[in-house]
Antibody, heavy 120, light 106 residues
Framework: QVQLVQSGAEVKKPGASVKVSCKAS????????ISWVRQAPGQGLEWMGW????????NYAQKLQGRVTMTTDTSTSTAYMELRSLRSDDTAVYYC?????????????WGQGTLVTVSS | SYVLTQPPSVSVAPGQTARITCGGN??????VHWYQQKPGQAPVLVVY???DRPSGIPERFSGSNSGNTATLTISRVEAGDEADYYC?????????FGGGTKLTVL
């Protein structure tokens, strides 16, 4: 069965960076992409970007360009999302989701979420 | 940027039909996906490409899309359907989510 297992909760200070991992299993990792979606407390879903696990191509949300980097390690079927220069409004639950081989597809499987808290 | 508009809340009695709308400029020309999210849980895909259902999603969930409105319809609503629902499209090299609709089962 398809599973996406994310790393644990993080607490960071403003200005720091965070790197969240997402380990995939139960499918051919390189046949799909991974999208990252975040959700601030009590708010809706916000797409952060997509990465192809096949060739590493990325498509980032304009709002986060320059602060976010998404990578994959095909040897371990793991995707990573790094967010830099953290601010208090980056406090959110961060989800990875399996996406299609192009960024326009739906998200059919999701990780359990990783809470990132940014606080001084 | 493209905007998707959903009603903040919809209420329905058990056994009745719930319709959750998602408005956007010419949304009928796009593929719409719908997600269900219960408190403290990750979203779950319930309808993709306007009207297709992933395996394991009950037939009570259906979708349509035309003109400026896409609709998620939940027939014979059950207490377990109470959740937030989000629509999603792809536009101008970006994924766009609607603001979400809280479905309350009375």
């Amino acid at each position: 069965q398809v599973q996406l297992v994310q790393s644990g909760a993080e607490v960071k200070k403003p200005g720091a960076s965070v790197k969240v991992s997402c380990k995939a299993s139960g499918y051919t990792f390189t046949s799909y992409g991974i999208s990252w979606v975040r959700q601030a407390p009590g708010q809706g879903l916000e797409w952060m970007g997509w990465i192809s696990a096949y060739n590493g191509n990325t498509n980032y949300a304009q709002k986060l360009q320059g602060r976010v980097t998404m990578t994959t390690d095909t040897s371990t079927s793991t995707a990573y999302m790094e967010l830099r220069s953290l601010r208090s409004d980056d406090t959110a639950v961060y989800y990875c989701a399996r996406a299609g081989p192009n960024p326009s597809a739906d998200f059919d499987y999701w990780g359990q979420g990783t809470l990132v808290t940014v606080s001084s | 940027s493209y905007v998707l508009t959903q009603p903040p809340s919809v209420s329905v009695a058990p056994g009745q039909t719930a319709r959750i709308t998602c408005g956007g400029n010419n949304i009928g020309s796009k593929s719409v996906h719908w997600y269900q999210q219960k408190p403290g849980q990750a979203p779950v895909l319930v309808v993709y490409d306007d009207s297709d259902r992933p395996s394991g999603i009950p037939e009570r969930f259906s979708g349509s899309n035309s003109g400026n409105t896409a609709t998620l319809t939940i027939s014979r609503v059950e207490a377990g359907d109470e959740a937030d629902y989000y629509c999603q499209v792809w536009d101008s090299s970006s994924v766009v989510f609607g603001g979400g609709t809280k479905l309350t089962v009375l």
